[in-house]
């Protein structure tokens, strides 16, 4: 699974760098590092939506706040499935 974050300046200044540490904290301690490729990206195009969290082209808007929820639900979920 590749999941793709934005580091955009808008994005960046909305918490991207946490989210980043946040997910590849998760990802390590659920030992997916084998399944999910996390990537930093640069502007998606949705600055307002910020911070922007792309899984395999499917675009999310993420806040470091509900970054275990959109872990548990998006990434888990769909490996899980």
Not at 37 to 52: E, Q
Request: negative net charge; glycine residues 8%; charged residues 25%.
């Amino acid at each position: 699974m590749r999941v793709s974050i934005c580091i955009g300046s808008a994005c960046h200044l909305k918490g991207s760098r946490e989210v980043i540490q946040k997910l590849q904290k998760l990802v390590s301690e659920n030992h997916l590092d084998s399944e999910v490729d996390l990537n930093g990206d640069f502007c998606s195009g949705n600055c307002r939506k910020g911070v922007c969290v792309t899984i395999d082209g499917e675009l999310y808007s993420v806040k470091p706040e509900t970054t275990e929820e959109f872990f548990q639900k998006e990434i888990l979920g769909r490996l899980n499935a």
